[in-house]
């Protein structure tokens, strides 16, 4: 990466603060100086479902690679109604910003999930209602949860072909769980690179029981087919009553049904 000349203020990610239980929520907003200017002061623009608020003023010394995490406090959620926050970087000094286009950001909040919930790729997307592993899991880790939760399979013979990688969940604990019940669904995935090998991979995810789902890693010689893998110190997770299927003509380390490393 070559820094462009001048300055260039960007931001490179915004996200939830963590779970979010009450009636408002955090942000952050990660920030770099990509040019090769040094930046005096810039502000924080910010609009909540379209209404401006008050800018955040940023003064001091930014120089040429700094990065720098800006906290939004207080915005407002109410259940699983979305929340839209547009932020936006102006007011760059000395000099003008050389790439306006990556100085806004946007993020969708909610409260955290609690309560029963349904998987069905044949309904559309709603607040109970997930389309795919995927989104499922993006939602888990975004919002987190706030009491305990389920998440139920519609049907018995649907197949999801996806991977399904948590990590962390915010505010998971012994008395806020997570259960998936499969009902007899399959989720199958073909694992080609080396880092994500799994079908389901849970990377630091606890509490959390999947059952009654049928898992397949669809890899044969030359791929790799890991039906389960727990990482980062996951803890206290079930699987229960699934069955699990690999390559059976494969005996190397690259195929099995449960892993567990670290």
Do not use: K
């Not at 389901?200 to 029981?209: A, E, F, S, Y």
């Amino acid at each position: 990466f070559i820094p462009p000349p001048g300055p260039d203020m960007s931001i490179l990610n915004i996200y939830p603060g963590g779970a979010s239980c009450g009636t408002t929520t955090d942000i952050i907003v990660a920030v770099s100086n990509q040019g090769t200017d040094t930046v005096n002061s810039y502000n924080v623009n910010y609009s909540v479902n379209g209404v401006t608020q008050t800018p955040i003023a940023m003064v001091g010394v930014f120089a040429s690679g700094e990065v720098d995490s800006i906290s939004i406090t207080g915005l407002p959620i109410s259940g699983s109604s979305f929340t839209s926050v547009v932020v936006t970087l102006t007011s760059i000094a000395p000099g003008v910003d050389t790439d306006p286009a990556n100085n806004s950001g946007t993020i969708d909040l909610r409260a955290g999930l609690s309560g029963t919930y349904t998987l069905d790729q044949s309904t559309a997307a709603s607040a109970t209602n997930f389309v795919s592993f995927s989104s499922l899991a993006q939602s888990l880790m975004n919002y987190g949860v706030c009491g305990p939760v389920t998440v139920n399979l519609v049907g018995t013979s649907t197949t999801y072909t996806e991977q399904f990688m948590l990590s962390e969940i915010p505010g998971v604990s012994a008395s806020n769980t997570l259960t998936i019940n499969g009902n007899g669904n399959t989720l199958q995935f073909l694992a080609t690179s080396s880092a994500e090998r799994a079908t389901v991979t849970l990377n630091g995810t606890d509490w959390l029981t999947i059952d009654s789902l049928n898992i397949t890693a669809l890899g044969s010689s030359g791929d790799y087919g890991f039906g389960v893998m727990l990482t980062n110190n996951a803890d206290h997770n079930t699987v229960n009553n699934c069955i699990i299927t690999v390559a059976d003509d494969q005996v190397n380390s690259n195929y099995t049904g449960i892993a567990i490393s670290g």
